[in-house]
């Protein structure tokens, strides 16, 4: 017969103090046990980037690891008596900080010559692969994507079609609105890399085409007949001077007649 020595005072209170911090109801004290390791998922926040490749949008982490992919494509199917078309487009801010995606479901009669349903949702991607917002309803106006970026994707404008006309809607990258309009006719949407001044180019039936600018801090707005940028490109300087090519036409710091 063997015989266990007796334990030592200091170890018994240990194991005294031990059991006593077991949970008082058997079954939670199993359940704990049981309940498999939390194992966090991978993320990529404050150092990720996205990046536009092929037909996908990948984000990578510090170490160059693929944290998140977002296939950029189109399919077809038989829905019922018609064909549903889906297609998700996207693109990244320069800095590669921040995504958008867009998906389009669209839903013709078998002949495609109908257009019986489209559902559109634009979604805002974040550092980490995170969905920071999205806006239901937005697509690309005729002559750009349905939304642009600052470089460094803090400030956002998107796209929005409604009943005879557009939203032009600029927010931050958070989804907090800073500016918003509606206008007839929009063909194109643009923020200057600073995110400080959105252009957008529309036109009124039997109208010629104009161009719009708007100071995001002030709300101030100057309207340019587009026929003054047919021999140079619009653009808009951090401090606030709109050009056609490399001529002056107006100056948002400046008092303008």
């Not at 161009?211 to 003054?228: Q, W, Y």
């Given at each position: 017969?063997?015989?266990v020595?007796?334990l ?6 240990a194991v005294?103090?031990l ?5 008082a109801?058997?079954?939670e004290?199993?359940?704990d046990?049981?309940r498999?390791?939390?194992t966090?998922a991978?993320?990529?926040e ?8 092929g037909?996908?949008?990948?984000l ?9 992919e ?18 998700t ?6 800095d590669?900080?921040?995504?958008w995606t867009?998906?389009k ?8 010559t109908?257009?019986i349903?489209?559902d ?10 995170r969905e ?6 937005a697509d ?13 994707g803090?400030?956002v404008?998107?796209?929005i ?9 600029v ?14 006719g ?12 959105a252009?957008?180019r529309?036109?009124?039936l039997?109208k010629?085409a104009t161009?719009?600018f708007v ?13 003054e940028f ?6 808009v300087?951090?401090?606030?001077k ?5 001529r002056?036409l ?8």
């Amino acid at each position: 017969m063997t015989t266990v020595p007796p334990l030592p005072g200091g170890l018994i209170l240990a194991v005294c103090l031990l059991c006593a911090s077991r949970p008082a109801n058997a079954a939670e004290a199993v359940a704990d046990e049981a309940r498999p390791p939390v194992t966090a998922a991978p993320s990529a926040e404050g150092d990720g980037r996205w990046s536009k490749q092929g037909s996908s949008l990948v984000l990578y982490d510090s170490s160059g690891t693929i944290v998140t992919e977002i296939p950029l494509a189109s399919s077809e199917e038989t829905a019922g008596p018609g064909t549903r078309v889906a297609r998700t487009t996207g693109g990244t801010s320069a800095d590669g900080r921040f995504a958008w995606t867009l998906e389009k479901r669209t839903t013709w009669n078998s002949p495609k010559t109908k257009l019986i349903k489209e559902d559109r949702l634009l979604r805002y991607h974040g550092t980490s692969g995170r969905e920071l917002w999205t806006q239901p309803g937005a697509d690309a106006p005729p002559h750009s994507d349905p939304a642009s970026l600052s470089r460094s994707g803090e400030t956002v404008a998107v796209a929005i079609p409604n009943d005879g006309g557009w939203t032009v809607s600029v927010r931050t990258f958070v989804g907090t609105p800073v500016w918003e309009t509606a206008t007839k006719g929009l063909s194109s949407i643009f923020l200057n890399p600073e995110g400080t001044y959105a252009l957008f180019r529309w036109t009124e039936l039997d109208k010629s085409a104009t161009h719009s600018f708007v100071e995001l801090a002030t709300g101030a707005r100057k309207d340019i007949p587009s026929d003054e940028f047919v021999l140079g490109s619009a653009s808009v300087t951090a401090d606030g001077k709109v050009f056609s090519g490399t001529r002056l036409l107006h100056d948002f710091k400046k008092k303008n007649p």
